[in-house]
């Protein structure tokens, strides 16, 4: 395994075989050298499988949400991919989630796969490692992947909202729906859950969003976003969940709006692996115009910021006309 | 006011004009063209300021503990700004936060400066505006600045750590030592207040991050972050907070760490707005090389993202050597 080249992992991968699938993720988590490679020999396969983002605060139960997805879309005989993002530590990396702790219910099953995943190497960070995991999942066969983000920061939001369909979390009594607005939460959701909902307060949050959602405005043909109850941990309202995703999915074919969506979702992936190439290129300048002696001027108040970025990028033309 | 120039726009701020003090903020805020020219008016007044982080979940009472510490900081008669970063929404903009509902207390004070802010034109995003800003701050003559960030996802995480010194704000029940270590605040805190420490479970929050601030090695000299307790509604451990934040900064001095981490803020900035730049570029590329074009290709199946992003650097590089 240790030695198997790209087109060999990718081959069992299609095969099925788990530790393939596995071993490609960390290779996009790691920003692997070989990653074009693998993009190119995974093209073929992409841009079927149904994307389904998940986010929300900690608490509101997105863990058990997945669970119970995975259950009722294996019942239907399809098979799922699970990525469970993680903002990891910028400074020492690594998911704190394990994937062993996760979903043991799903262990044994076959038809599917589950990855916790960081971006520590990954120059284009999450907005460029999440797709490329999803086109791994895609070519191992899912026919669904689910994208759990934690947290709702603005960089979790951005993950969520590169799904074909974004479903955002919420329980009672978080303060939540003031928070959905500030993250902007709001804009992104295509389906709320209200999550908890037999417990105290749920009617309210209920209320709080399908209110904020009569405030905004929308044309004729737009998607109003669904709010759905559930109780995820008694397995009620699953169904309605899945309704509601298969209602947008309807809607995203009919309006043409899912071909938009993947494209904008192409286009933020493609520009974050170009913004890392030349980040890097920018890290490697020498000559009096390293970023380090650049910032050293800048912090010692003798060169503003604009002016360093300016010979930063000068330095890059330059070294490419040479 | 509204024609004034850069160079007046300065003069005022410098003279401790609120009105020229928010303008500016207001240009650093919407990536104004003119920023360049503002950054490089500002340069010379700047470096000098301590730029405090303050960050921390929602409910743990970030606003309180700011209200408290600018209040303390007003009575050792030091000239105090703060600056409120809402990750505001990807899709509308526009800070959430109103700077007329926070801290009242501060509004008649011609010593502190209190605004928040988004960065909804901002190419280089929170990375770059922020460190504008707080520059804005120090030429009015601002001897601290607070940073306080709302939430606890990785935009934030990084930009609290911009700060001279990082102050995390937990609360008891919430789960927060176990969301510190998720989000990566566990490195970047430099100072632990445990808010609200009259409540049950603040005992245990306490001994949850004094326990896993002992599983990290530390190297001789380094810096052991310190954990206060305080109840700022009440006033209560805000100079225990005060004399934890001097304690950091005379190590600052003394280690060498702060023009280190001046400079590491001053790379962060100038590698943001450069980043900027080449972004802005890279989405004014045509001739069937645009990112759309390009995009519509990988949605489709024809065309890897890597592949992609090559044919988008490349035809930057062909557009400077042209």
Redesign the interface.
Known sequence: MRRAGVPELVGRAREGDHRAVARLISLVEDGDPR??EV??A???Y??RAQVLGLTGS??VGKSTTTNELVRALRADGRRVGVLAV???????GGA??GDRVRMQDHATDDGVYIRSMSSRGHLGGLA?AT??AVRVLEGAGCDVVLVET?????????IA?LADTTLVLLAPGM?DAI?A????I???ADVFVVNKADRPGADATYRDIQGMLGLGERAAGDWRPQVVRAVAAKGEGIDDVLGAVDKHRAWLVESGTL?HR??????A???A???G???AR??SLREGTS??D???E?????????????R??DS??RR??G
């Open positions: 990653l074009p993009a190119a995974l093209a073929p992409t841009g900690p608490g993680d903002p990891s530590s910028p400074f020492t704190i989630l460029a797709p490329q934690v947290g709702v920061g603005q960089a979790e939001v951005e909202s303060g928070q607005v500030k993250a902007g709001l804009e992104i071909r993947r494209e904008a979702r192409a286009a992936e493609v520009e692996i170009a913004l190439e030349l980040r920018l890290g970023l380090p650049l910032a050293a800048v912090a010692g108040g003798r060169l503003d910021p604009y002016a360093a970025a300016r930063l990028v890059l033309d490419q006309t």
